[in-house]
């Protein structure tokens, strides 16, 4: 981030702050570039665990902003600016897997931290892909509402209640759509657990 956005976030307080959304409401260019840098890598990577893929996670994201951008006068603040951001991504994820019934699977390889390379443990990042590779697996065969349940919950490790704002949904559905992926998961991947 530059010095002079930086100064700008001090000055402004940034996407926590109560004025912020008057500002995004009043067209201020700079708190959308704000926002877009505050919520980028939390957007692509919601978008990413349920696609499964760069690309697609990519244009989901940029969907997603773009969906904000034009839409952010409707925002009614009935629920956090950042609830209601994921909302829409998850939204966007879940109609792009109906409409895209071949997407291709990615495996969580890529998503181990980059600092176990192979060489430096061969065997220890042999298997954690593989056992990432085989969790990718097993979470996308999950029905849509339960994947993007689980994927807020385990991965971005939102509460029940946030997931429930975020989904459109009650906060007992939330935690039934878990239960079910997990009981669905440990069923995949029972000689993993």
Not at 62 to 68: D, G, L, R, Y
Not at 93 to 121: C, H, Q, T, W, Y
Not at 135 to 150: C, D, M, N, W, Y
Request: with cysteine; net charge neutral; charged share 35%.
């Amino acid at each position: 981030m530059s010095h002079d956005m930086s100064e700008s976030r001090a000055e402004h307080g940034g996407a926590s702050s109560p004025d912020f959304v008057e500002r995004l409401q009043a067209g201020d260019e700079l708190a959308f570039e704000e926002l877009v840098e505050e919520y980028r890598e939390r957007v692509y990577r919601v978008a990413w665990r349920i696609l499964r893929d760069d690309e697609d996670a990519e244009d989901a994201a940029q969907e997603a902003f773009i969906k904000v951008y034009r839409n952010i006068q409707r925002f009614e603040r009935r629920s956090s600016l950042y609830t209601w951001i994921y909302r829409i991504t998850v939204n966007i994820a879940l109609n792009k897997l109906k409409r895209d019934k071949f997407r291709r699977m990615v495996s969580l390889g890529d998503m181990i931290r980059r600092d176990e390379s192979p060489r430096s443990n061969p065997a220890r990042a042999a298997m954690g892909s593989e056992i990432a590779r085989r969790i990718g697996e097993a979470v996308s065969t999950l029905p849509e509402k339960q994947r993007a349940v689980f994927t807020l919950k385990f991965y971005e490790e939102l509460s029940h209640r946030e997931i429930a704002e975020i989904v459109g949904c009650s906060e007992g559905t939330s935690k039934a759509n878990y239960f079910h992926a997990i009981r669905k998961l440990r069923k995949l991947l029972g000689d993993l657990v």
